[in-house]
């Protein structure tokens, strides 16, 4: 099941009928914690998370145990936090009462067509080196905490992002030269002590090797959801639940008012299926999702 990411959550699962009593747990990276205040009424089971586990995106366990009978036993409900596309107060105002029903669908919609997800969490991401200068990263590097190569912990200090967070790279003394610097590099220029002309963001001669393993650990994605991922987001909404969208922005080209036919554009699977909402989140896309 999923909770949000910043509101107070209740895990409920269904027991048998006569069970009375019931104790819960948390169990996250193999570690337990009691919860407390675990109830059952007319066996549906229930355990509030504490908000401390849910101010990040993450995974983790509850283990309801109780007994039938004389028989010890136990249920294990998986719980994945998600930061909403759209917050709960803004979406009642569009739908209200829907905004459990429809999330979920405006937000795997938004995932899928720009490749990436605009939550937030903290953990360690396993990236091959490709002998460039610059480490391309799969989700978007907030803030770095650790880095390992080869499984062996390397320095931070000389380590920093570009590129929208997208790119790990490395400053060092002994950097590119103009000449040496790849053209995709930055166009400042740096000169330490007066000497050679060195590209902030060349990075090193050396890059990140490939076939090397490096771990990149710290916090991941985005503090809040942009503004025009939010847009969009509202757009899509107001689709799903308005059967009178308009049809030109979800790319019908032609109506048949009697028979009820439609023909789309043929771009209307590559996209959000709103013109409007794919131009608000064209600056977002990562890997264009095609369906066939």
Not at 24 to 34: F, P, T
Not at 221 to 231: C, H, K, L, N, T
């Amino acid at each position: 099941m999923e909770l949000y990411r910043n509101e107070v959550g209740t895990v409920t699962v269904t027991l048998p009928s006569s069970v009375n009593v019931v104790s819960a747990e948390l169990i996250k990276d193999g570690n337990a914690v009691a919860l407390v205040g675990a109830t059952v009424t007319d066996g549906v089971a229930s355990v509030e998370i504490p908000f401390n586990y849910v101010t990040e995106d993450q995974e983790f366990d509850v283990r309801f145990n109780f007994a039938v009978g004389t028989v010890s036993t136990s249920y294990t409900e998986h719980v994945e936090v998600v930061t909403g596309i759209l917050s709960r107060a803004r979406a009642e105002k569009i739908s209200a009462g829907k905004y459990d029903e429809i999330e979920p669908v405006v937000r795997g919609v938004i995932q899928s067509f720009t490749g990436q997800k605009f939550g937030k969490w903290t953990g360690t991401k396993y990236i091959s080196g490709n002998g460039e200068s610059a480490l391309e990263l799969p989700e978007r590097l907030l803030s770095l905490t650790g880095l390992t190569r080869g499984g062996t912990v390397i320095a931070l200090d000389q380590y920093f992002t570009k590129g929208d967070n997208w790119y790990l790279t490395k400053w060092t003394g002994d950097g590119l030269t103009v000449k040496e610097a790849p053209p995709e590099e930055s166009l400042e220029v740096h000169i330490p002590f007066g000497q050679t002309i060195f590209y902030p963001f060349g990075g090193s001669r050396r890059g990140f090797r490939n076939d090397v393993a490096f771990g990149v650990t710290g916090t991941w994605g985005y503090e809040s959801i942009p503004m025009d991922v939010q847009r969009a987001a509202e757009l899509l909404f107001d689709d799903y639940t308005c059967p009178e969208a308009v049809y030109r922005n979800r790319y019908v080209n032609d109506v048949s008012a009697q028979s009820w036919k439609l023909k789309f554009d043929s771009r209307a699977f590559e996209s959000t299926g709103n013109v409007l909402a794919d131009q608000l989140l064209s600056q977002y896309v990562r890997i264009r999702m095609f369906m066939l």
